[in-house]
């Protein structure tokens, strides 16, 4: 069957250390992996996203690897903040050209730093 | 500022009675999508519009039903909520592009309650 699968638990973590969270998929070959963020009774705001022959992308304090092989994306925040705290959902990209593309989602991690 | 709009935020009804929430878009994009989410649960795509073409998931109830009658609005409607209906409702909408990734931008959403 076809999964999407994140870390389950939150994940805690103090100021100014690097969180990292893990996206795993099976049986889904994405041309393409978004992270998301998601805040309490919001909808979720697209981050980064990364192609299926890109290894890593880099935005400010955000860091995406995509290794096809594992199946798998990590995400990182270095030097994080109390206002990094939120829900990270991976995406993935079922886009393989044409009109119709779909993006299907993990449940998502909760992230809280403490100060 | 372009943006996708949600209306209403919070809407609660009761078992068995219809119910219509709305999504509007400034950003002119040709796709726009519904997803519901359960507490604690991946965004589960329901269906989306590619212009004037509908395209509807596999397992989406038939209790559910959409409209797009121009680029700008869409409308979701629930005939017959019933309590595991409960949800929030996102709307998205991504340029839908022949080639490349498609980033969502998504609306607020709109927290059902059934009664």
């Known amino acids: 069957s076809q999964k999407i699968e994140q870390n389950s638990e939150a994940l805690n973590i103090q100021e100014g250390k690097t969180a990292t969270l893990t996206c795993n998929y099976t049986?889904?070959?994405?041309?393409?992996l978004q992270w998301y963020r998601q805040d309490p009774g919001r909808g979720p705001v697209f981050l980064l996203l990364?192609?299926?022959?890109?290894k890593e992308k880099r935005k400010e304090r955000l860091k995406v690897t995509f290794d096809t092989t594992l199946k798998q994306s990590l995400f990182h925040i270095t030097a994080s903040q109390p206002a990094d705290s939120a829900t990270y959902l991976c995406a993935l990209d079922l886009y393989y050209g044409g009109a119709t593309n779909k993006l299907i989602f993990g449940t998502g991690t909760l992230l809280a730093v403490q100060p | 500022d372009a943006m996708v709009i949600q209306n209403p935020r919070y809407q609660v009804t009761q078992f068995g009675k219809p119910v219509t929430l709305s999504c509007s878009q400034t950003l002119n994009h040709n796709v726009m999508y519904w997803y519901q989410q359960k507490s604690s649960q991946a965004p589960k795509l329901l269906f989306h519009y590619y212009d004037k073409d509908f395209n509807n998931e596999a397992d989406t109830p038939d209790n559910f039903q959409s409209r797009r009658p121009n680029t700008s609005f869409c409308f979701l409607d629930i005939r017959s909520p019933g309590l595991g209906d409960a949800a929030m409702y996102l709307c998205a909408t991504s340029r839908g592009l022949t080639s490349g990734a498609n980033v969502l931008t998504f609306g607020a959403g709109s927290r059902l309650t059934v009664l």
């Open positions: 049986n889904y070959s994405p041309a393409y």
């Open positions: 990364i192609r299926e022959n890109e």
